[in-house]
């Protein structure tokens, strides 16, 4: 009997240690930014989307992963001015042969695996769902205090956004629209 309470008290001491050492840090997304950059032959365009929400997931202070909800339907393009074309190309990034906001009015990311590199920097390889289809990415992420950044790029075609793409349709000359576009996330948490 005497062995059983030693270790039932072994157990939840342990218990207790892995569980004050896990944490879940939820993003501040009022804070937090989520910056985009279109390119095409003819120039590029940029904006933000905001996070709908999110969390960084910690053990022993190392990250170990997360998840977000982007809300698509407030993708805003900051390089045009009102009434100069802002709210047509902000119209048509919602419209069907783009984001379709309508039907699909959050995109997703989540965290899959996370591989600690020199210092606080973390590869990661996330499950990333935009218009209902999920694909794997791969970035590399910083963390500092309360704070975690990262660039990265995405292929909108493997999403089913195939306008104007050169690598699916030929003859648009210089009307072509870059596959990939980048993204830059600074988070605060």
Partial sequence: MKNFKTIAIALIVALGTAAMTAQTKKVDTKNSQIAWVGKKVTGQHSGTVNLKDGALEFKNSKLTGGSFTVDMNSIAVTDLKAGEGKEKLEGHLKADDFFGTAKFPTASLKFKTVTAKKGNNYTVTADLTIKGITKP??????????????????DRTKY?????SGSIFSGLGDAVINDEFELSVSLQF
């Fill in 137 to 154: 990415v791969t970035f590399d992420i910083a963390v500092a205090g309360n704070k975690a950044s990262t660039a990265f790029k995405v």
């Fill in 160 to 164: 089913g956004i195939e306008y104007k």
